[in-house]
């Protein structure tokens, strides 16, 4: 079975500071994704990666970095936390498209984060 | 533009009742998968079917049926002899070509005892 697990299932943080979000797989998949999840807008991506060191911005990168350094890991870091980044922050794995296999992602338990 | 809608915000039925939940799509692709997600309580999103845009052929697992329309870009979730244990958010995605993973809003499912 494909194990997707995120560091925190709930965390508390204060504006403005540093926070970093956990996510490791354990299925040797090259793909690893970061979405947010709030009521009425479903799940936006926020960064993904293809490989090690490799990364791309989705749909909201704004206020996000990642960091891939080893390929199970990917690490999702709010520079500066603001309220409106208060949210469901869910992390998922896939294999790659070159191998020719299934598409679907694994997700994580997700973390939810609340800045006050 | 890739686009999934999920019409029904929030749905409640009475167990044993059947119930679809819809999901419509739009892409210009031609190759596309389409897949369905449940939510539970818990929050981890647990993979239940995917489809690719070649294959029309609906899908029956046990309690759960797919309908996959191209003529009407819909890909619609039936249960059958609801339970319980069906209660969650379920979520329907597209994911066009090579790209990423567009989701719909999502519909929250609570079954009644």
């Known amino acids: 079975d494909v194990k997707v697990t995120q560091s925190s299932r709930y965390l508390v943080k204060r504006t403005g500071e540093k926070v970093f979000l956990e996510c490791v797989q354990d299925m040797d998949h090259e793909n690893m994704f970061w979405y947010r999840q709030d009521p009425g807008l479903g799940l936006r991506l926020i960064y993904f990666?293809?490989?090690?060191?490799?990364?791309e911005k989705g749909d909201i990168p704004e206020g996000y970095s990642v960091s891939r350094e080893k390929k199970e890991r990917f690490s999702l870091i709010l520079e500066s936390a603001s309220t409106n980044q208060t949210s469901m922050y869910l992390c998922?794995?896939?294999?790659?498209?070159?191998?020719?296999?299934?598409?679907?992602?694994?997700f994580g338990p997700g973390t939810r984060l609340t800045v006050t | 533009a890739q686009k999934v809608t999920q019409a029904q915000t929030e749905i409640s039925v009475v167990e044993k009742e059947d119930v679809t939940l819809d999901c419509v799509y739009e892409?210009?692709?031609?190759?596309?998968?389409l897949f369905w997600y449940k939510q539970p309580p818990s929050g981890e999103l647990v993979f239940l079917i995917r489809?690719?845009?070649?294959?029309?052929q609906n899908e029956i697992s046990g309690r759960y049926s797919w309908n996959f329309q191209k003529s009407t870009s819909s890909f619609n979730f039936t249960i059958t002899a609801s339970q319980v244990v069906d209660s969650a958010v379920y979520f329907c995605a597209l994911r066009p070509g090579a790209q990423k993973l567009v989701f719909g809003q999502g519909t929250r499912l609570t079954i009644n005892p």
């Open positions: 489809r690719n845009s070649f294959d029309e």
């Open positions: 990666s293809y490989d090690v060191k490799m990364k």
């Open positions: 998922a794995s896939s294999l790659s498209r070159r191998r020719r296999t299934q598409h679907e992602q694994y």
């Open positions: 892409t210009r692709d031609t190759t596309y998968y």
